[in-house]
């Protein structure tokens, strides 16, 4: 099993206030994807990060995949309400038949006005 | 516009009372997942299919079963649900399995157990 730990669990901010949320593994992993998750739905997919230390931006939203491939980090800039939710990251293996995806257990932001 | 269905959104089922949920997408897409999402835990993968072909995952209880009739219906059935089976059931599906595939989530089911 390969194991994907996020970092915090749980994260409560100001609007405006900055962020940044972790995914970390043991493992190498051929490509990493975040998704949002709002209550009583399932996760939306924000972005896949394939190489080493790629960097991503959407918006507000700034992502990083490890040099080594085990790691991860998304960065919020000046959170806002809509922001709040759960943050997944996945992380795919090339060696499995179908590259399987491991979830995170997520962060939980709530970002208040 | 919606691309991935699951009905019902909310189930409550009895102790030992069988019970299906339905996952169906119009994105043709090859692959379909089954996950379960306890609160505050990842999404966990019961099983999936690549086309008629069904993957069981090696730690999926005997207690849940699949069937995909066509490309774009699959079911979940859970043949004697018991108290730690209420979770969310997240159905997926993704166009292949490449490494770069994106799944696409449907709205889930919350099966609530009394």
């Known amino acids: 099993t390969q194991l994907l730990e996020q970092s915090p669990q749980f994260l409560s901010i100001q609007e405006g206030e900055n962020l940044t949320v972790y995914c970390n593994s043991s493992s190498v992993f051929s490509s990493l994807q975040w998704y949002r998750q709002e209550p009583g739905e399932g996760p939306v997919l924000l972005v896949t990060?394939?190489?080493?230390?790629e960097v991503k931006k959407l918006k507000r939203l700034t992502f990083q995949f490890g040099d080594a491939r085990k790691d991860s980090s998304l960065h919020i800039t000046a959170a806002q309400p809509g922001d709040t939710g759960l943050y997944l990251c996945a992380g795919r293996d090339r060696g499995s038949t179908l590259g399987r995806l491991y979830f995170g257990r997520g962060t939980q932001l709530t970002v208040w006005p | 516009d919606a691309m991935v269905i699951q009905n019902p959104r909310y189930q409550v089922t009895q102790f030992g009372k069988p019970v299906t949920l339905s996952c169906s997408q119009t994105l043709n897409h090859n692959v379909m997942y089954w996950y379960q999402q306890k609160s505050s835990q990842a999404p966990k993968l019961l099983f999936h299919?690549?086309?008629?072909?069904?993957?069981n995952e090696a730690d999926t209880p005997d207690n849940f079963q699949s069937r995909r009739p066509n490309t774009s219906f699959c079911f979940l059935d859970i043949r004697s649900p018991g108290l730690g089976d209420a979770a969310m059931y997240l159905c997926a599906t993704s166009r292949g399995g490449g490494f770069q595939e994106t799944q696409y989530f449907g709205p889930g089911t919350r099966l609530l157990v009394l």
């Open positions: 990060v394939v190489t080493g230390g």
């Open positions: 299919y690549y086309d008629k072909d069904f993957n």
